[in-house]
């Protein structure tokens, strides 16, 4: 079992930037697949960005690429999203998941979630 908690939303002006953290319980956490994915207002949840177990491959949405990145600390047990050119269309709720495995970009294919946090971008 794996629990997830999300940290780091807010409010930023348009060209700002956010770092998003997911601190994960257990001591498996290196074995699993790590991926953000977002839920904008009346829009389906849609993946974002994922991390390898060991850090060294990433995978990114083309509507992020280039201006976010993931990382994670496995001895801290925590996933980053550093997210930089913040766009009013990257407003969501923001989830970090947790898929033990093979690299997935699918939703459905998680097998843990957090409970999200709120990322509000101005214009």
């Known amino acids: 079992q794996v629990q997830l908690v999300e940290s780091g939303g807010g409010l930023v002006q348009a060209g700002g930037s956010l770092r998003l953290s997911c601190a994960a319980s257990g001591r498996t956490f290196s074995t699993y697949y790590m991926d953000w994915f977002r839920q904008a207002p009346g829009k389906e949840r849609e993946f974002v960005a994922a991390?390898?177990?060991?850090?060294?491959?990433?995978y990114y949405a083309d509507s992020v690429k280039g201006r976010f990145t993931i990382s994670r600390d496995n001895a801290k047990n925590t996933v980053y999203l550093q997210m930089n050119s913040l766009k009013p269309e990257d407003t969501a709720v923001y989830y970090c998941?947790?898929?033990?495995?093979?690299?997935?970009?699918?939703?459905?294919?998680?097998?843990?979630w957090g409970k999200g946090t709120l990322v509000t971008v101005s214009s």
């Open positions: 998941a947790a898929r033990s495995g093979t690299v997935s970009t699918a939703r459905d294919d998680m097998h843990y």
């Open positions: 991390v390898s177990q060991s850090g060294g491959t990433t």
